[in-house]
């Protein structure tokens, strides 16, 4: 399957954005899909995961409450709406998928990127103070 992240840009503290995550080329409700971001000079970290049906989703601590990650099958699209943006925030947004059950159930699985085996290109998010 490939990935298109889209939807980032620059809003001011406190702001919302929606991120999209569209796959094409493969059987779209088989993978399990994640968010990661990277900020400069950091190790690329989980955000959020969301199972194939859409029904279990988990987040990492500083997004629960703010964000909120689902998806559209029939759109073969992903979704990461992020509101409350803080400047810690920015960074570059990359969305992953994997078909195996245990990136999702699996707390180490689905924060590694190793997990993964396809990935966006990313979109950048800046979040202005």
């Known amino acids: 399957v490939q990935l298109q992240a889209s939807g980032g840009g620059l809003v001011q503290a406190g702001g919302s954005l929606r991120l999209s995550c569209a796959g094409s080329?493969?059987?779209?409700?088989?993978?399990?899909i994640s968010w990661f971001r990277q900020a400069p000079g950091k190790e690329r970290e989980f955000v959020a995961t969301?199972?194939?049906?859409?029904?279990?989703?988990f987040y990492t601590n500083s997004a629960k409450g703010r964000f909120t990650i689902s998806r559209d099958n029939a759109k073969n699209t992903v979704y990461l709406q992020m509101n409350s943006l803080k400047p810690e925030d920015t960074a570059v947004y990359y969305c992953?998928?994997?078909?195996?059950?245990?990136?999702?159930?699996?707390?180490?699985?689905?924060?590694?990127?190793?997990?993964?085996?396809?990935w966006g290109q990313g979109t950048q998010v800046t979040v202005s103070s």
């Open positions: 992953a998928a994997d078909t195996s059950t245990n990136t999702l159930l699996s707390s180490r699985g689905r924060s590694t990127p190793g997990s993964y085996d396809y």
């Open positions: 969301i199972s194939r049906s859409g029904g279990t989703t």
């Open positions: 080329g493969g059987t779209f409700n088989r993978y399990t």
